[in-house]
């Protein structure tokens, strides 16, 4: 067993852990954006590819207790990096450091830089060379996470291997620039928070967008991994989606790679079975669905969803089972002109055209929320980048 972290969005930290107990993983520990947890690696792959809502997955290379940038720069210097990875790869580094570690040392791009430092002297003393930095694409991305020791005086300052390079959130289908969309694996934790029982329920969303909410329930239906985009290219060759590819750990294991292939060959036959068949039980509107439209072909899921051009106000699905999900986010975040009209006409709306629907309407205005007029059941906190936004459930008779 080996230490991880998966990262996501403020305040989805308790619904990753929701779906990281559904891989069988142990020892669980909430942290600020993410989770820590004990996995073989085959599980964390698992995890790289089937994670609907993390950002990113890093493996644990080492815990050094510390009490200050000095002591930082020591104990990385004697690691073999060596083994971890070559000379000729390029790397990168990034600090984060949790609130006590914070208030300590404020500088992460020194303390970077510091241990860049201790990687490359070390590198030059062992073999005589020393490997280069890339801070756009590099081959070996580490994350320092710096982290209060509770009670205990010092830190403890953790470092990562960065799985993936690109983040997870970003799958690929996205074509064109929408003004507001969600990151996929916040739309992803929409639908997970909603329950959405795709085998009773349709799914609404009557502010579409680009589609992201659509797209990733559809993937949730269909049983398609979200990295089934990046899993195709790097079947071809382009592998730089996924950087554990050219990690020392997992070039070194012969087992690990042929199961990783094999997964690969299994989630293609899997996407192109998705595309050449058809469900309707997903519908989307919006005043302008050109760039859901492009979106959801990148996605190859035309056969699965439903789109209508239509103001939400005249927009009626043609959902033919009895229970309906609508997950939504109207415009919000600046003060639009005639928002508190909008909202008024969404709690209209609802009433009218969806009745005995389940509705979740996530928004960041509270103002511009309660002239919904409607009960809330629960309220979601979330945050949606820097925005501190609300899941609205809305059960309507
Ligand atoms: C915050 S964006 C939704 C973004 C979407 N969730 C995504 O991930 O791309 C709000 C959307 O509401 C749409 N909209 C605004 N007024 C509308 C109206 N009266 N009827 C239907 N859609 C409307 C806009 O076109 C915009 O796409």
Not at 202 to 230: M, R
């Amino acid at each position: 067993m080996k230490t991880y972290f998966a990262s996501c969005p403020k305040r989805s930290e308790e619904f990753l852990i929701e779906e990281l107990t559904t891989f069988g993983v142990k020892n669980i520990e909430r942290k600020n954006g993410g989770a820590q947890f004990k996995a073989d690696d085959l599980t964390a792959l698992r995890i790289v590819f089937e994670t609907r809502l993390a950002s990113r997955v890093f493996k644990l290379l080492d815990v050094y207790p510390i009490k200050d940038e000095k002591d930082i720069y020591k104990k990385v210097t004697n690691k073999w990096w060596h083994r971890v990875f070559d000379n000729d790869q390029t790397f990168k580094i990034s600090t984060l450091f949790d609130t006590d570690a914070h208030n300590f040392f404020k500088n992460s791009m020194h303390f970077s830089m510091m241990v860049k430092d201790a990687i490359v002297d070390q590198f030059r003393d062992a073999t005589g060379r020393r490997p280069n930095v890339d801070t756009v694409t590099p081959d070996i991305s580490l994350l320092v996470r710096v982290e209060g020791r509770g009670r205990e005086p010092g830190f403890n300052a953790k470092i990562f291997l960065d799985l993936t390079n690109v983040p997870l959130s970003d799958r690929g289908y996205r074509r064109g620039k929408h003004k507001a969309p969600l990151r996929e694996n916040l739309a992803a934790n929409l639908v997970h928070i909603a329950k959405w029982d795709f085998k009773k329920d349709c799914l609404v969303d009557i502010f579409c967008g680009s589609g992201t909410i659509l797209i990733e329930a559809a993937l949730v239906q269909l049983g398609l991994p979200p990295t089934y985009i990046k899993i195709k290219k790097a079947r071809r060759g382009r592998t730089a989606d996924f950087a554990f590819l050219n990690h020392k750990w997992f070039v070194d294991n012969e087992d690990l790679k042929k199961w990783v292939l094999d997964y690969f060959d299994k989630v293609i036959e899997k996407a192109d079975e998705v595309k050449n068949s058809t469900s309707k039980n997903i519908f989307g509107s919006d005043l302008d669905i050109a760039f859901a439209q492009e979106n959801i072909r990148a996605a190859g899921l035309e056969g699965h969803i439903t789109l209508t051009q239509s103001d939400f106000k005249d927009y009626q699905s043609d959902c033919d089972t009895d229970g309906l999900t609508l997950i939504s986010n109207p415009p919000y975040g600046e003060r639009l002109a005639g928002g508190e009209e909008l909202y008024y006409q969404i709690g209209e709306a609802l009433k009218n055209n969806f009745k005995r629907s389940t509705a979740f309407i996530f928004s960041n205005d509270e103002t511009l929320r309660k002239k919904i007029f409607l009960k809330p059941t629960r309220k979601t906190p979330l945050f949606n980048g820097p925005l501190d936004c609300r899941l609205i459930r809305y059960d309507i008779n």
